[in-house]
């Protein structure tokens, strides 16, 4: 099928064709043809209705003598509104009356009990802060005194790691006095040192220079100790007065 081309406008292609046409399709036929190989079937295997019957098993020999049918509940009297009702004003469901005078006598006791014991709670406090107030303050024992103190023990004079006798630089004395003596008769070791018995800065110097030279270790250094004392009396005589 050609497409007339516009007014004017002259169409040098090839003529269009239309390459697919949609049509509406009509489905009642269709269902109308369904239920009836539907109902053809069902006609064809003898079941009315498309549903087929079946026969329901017995009960077992017995079964009814277990069985026992509950009797029917009777309606309580009074008007009900839709399938739960409430019980009238003054009786229960059974019909009794005064149930709901009962439940409100249980509640009065109730609340009566819980005021009481709350009463009675305010009661107890109030006297035991009383009587805590008004008790008096309790003495201190003797056994909670506070402890004597203890007497120290009087301060005793440091020992020398040096042994006794040790002679460091502050000391004064004849022992002094001595020790400059013995150095003044070693070659070079406390030239023209002074004999004044006090051990300044040139006698400890001269102590260490001792110790140097005659590989002394027992001491510490510029310290006149017991080793160094043995050292310095061995190499010379003994000072006269």
Do not use: K
């Amino acid at each position: 099928m050609s497409t007339p081309s516009g007014p004017g406008r002259p169409h040098d292609g090839p003529p269009l064709e239309p390459i697919r046409v949609l049509r509406p399709r009509r489905t009642d036929a269709l269902a109308e043809l369904m239920r009836e190989y539907h109902e053809e079937t069902d006609r064809a295997a003898g079941a009315p209705g498309g549903y087929e019957s079946v026969a329901l098993p017995r009960p077992p020999a017995g079964s009814e003598a277990l069985t026992q049918e509950l009797p029917p509940v009777a309606p309580s009297p009074g008007p009900t509104h839709g399938p739960f009702h409430a019980p009238s004003h003054g009786g229960d469901r059974a019909g009794r009356p005064g149930s709901g005078l009962r439940r409100a006598a249980v509640a009065l006791a109730v609340v009566a009990a819980a005021v009481i014991g709350f009463g009675g709670a305010l009661l107890l406090r109030e006297s035991g802060t009383t009587e805590d107030d008004a008790a008096p303050a309790p003495r201190p024992t003797p056994s909670a005194a506070a402890p004597e103190p203890t007497p120290t023990p009087p301060a005793t004079a440091p020992v020398d790691p040096d042994g006794a006798g040790t002679l460091r630089e502050g000391a004064t004395g004849p022992e002094v006095t001595e020790l400059q003596e013995r150095l003044l008769r070693i070659p070079d070791v406390y030239r023209d040192g002074s004999t004044s018995g006090r051990y300044d800065p040139t006698l400890t110097a001269a102590v260490a220079r001792f110790q140097l030279w005659y590989g002394i270790r027992g001491d510490e250094t510029g310290v006149y100790g017991n080793d160094t004392r043995a050292a310095l009396e061995s190499r010379t005589a003994p000072v006269t007065g």
